[in-house]
């Protein structure tokens, strides 16, 4: 396992269809984030899961967005009617609860341009 | 909830001179900062991390410094390479584990 991975690295789609991403974690870390980076800014939190439980959610995240980790595992983040505000690299991070080091570490990112 | 700010927002250093990124912070309950490196298309990558018990921490040509009371803390680079030419974020969270806040980044470009 060579790090957190994100798929697709690129999406582009057209306003109002709906998108949906993946990200597996490094293996055996049980909290997964994801943050949105639009250009020139620093991430911003969207949400984080413990395993399959999801705790905490940003204002952020709005009513068309929705994050799922079924199994403790990989996670999808879903868009639906996407808007051209949405478009920003979308990126998941993991970090390992309960053990020494607990530092989290970001994956490469899912660039979406909706147009 | 937590604001963090950072300055300068770009910088431009000769190669071989020192680099030093500041930032701030709101939130006294913060006690872990990360420092990133984001190069172009890519993740951030975590270069160096400080907990509020200590006040310095050295790691080969990077050191971060905290002030807790201030609620301040710094990222030096010596020996500036054009390798580290990338967009730097500073961050703060209430534990290493926790959401991590970010600061609006600084792009050091390292001059040959």
């Known amino acids: 396992d060579t790090g957190v991975s994100q798929d697709p690295r690129h999406k582009i789609t057209k306003r109002g269809q709906n998108v949906t991403f993946r990200c597996d974690p490094i293996?055996?870390?049980?909290?997964l984030y994801w943050y949105r980076q639009t250009l020139g800014q620093g991430p911003e939190f969207l949400t984080y899961?413990?395993?399959?439980?999801?705790?905490?959610k940003s204002r952020l995240l709005s009513d068309r967005f929705s994050a799922e980790r079924p199994k403790g595992s990989f996670s999808t983040l879903e868009i639906q009617r996407t808007e051209q505000g949405d478009s920003a690299m979308y990126l998941c991070?993991?970090?390992?609860?309960?053990?020494?080091?607990?530092?989290?570490?970001f994956g490469q990112g899912t660039r979406l341009t909706v147009v | 909830g937590e604001n963090v700010e950072q300055h300068p927002s770009t910088l431009s250093v000769q190669e071989g001179d020192s680099a030093v990124i500041k930032c701030t912070y709101s939130?006294?309950?913060?006690?872990?900062f990360p420092w990133y490196k984001q190069e172009l298309g890519k993740g951030p990558q975590l270069i160096i991390d400080i907990r509020s018990n200590v006040g310095e921490k050295k790691d080969q040509r990077i050191a971060v410094t905290l002030n807790k009371t201030a609620k301040h803390f710094s990222l030096h680079i010596t020996e500036t390479q054009p390798e580290d030419s990338a967009v730097y974020f500073c961050?703060?969270?209430?534990?290493?584990?926790?959401?991590?806040?970010f600061g609006p980044g600084t792009s050091l470009s390292v001059i040959p």
């Open positions: 899961f413990q395993n399959e439980a999801q705790l905490e």
């Open positions: 293996s055996e870390h049980n909290r």
């Open positions: 991070a993991s970090s390992s609860l309960g053990t020494k080091n607990t530092e989290a570490f």
């Open positions: 961050a703060a969270s209430e534990t290493s584990y926790d959401k991590v806040i």
């Open positions: 939130d006294s309950a913060s006690n872990y």
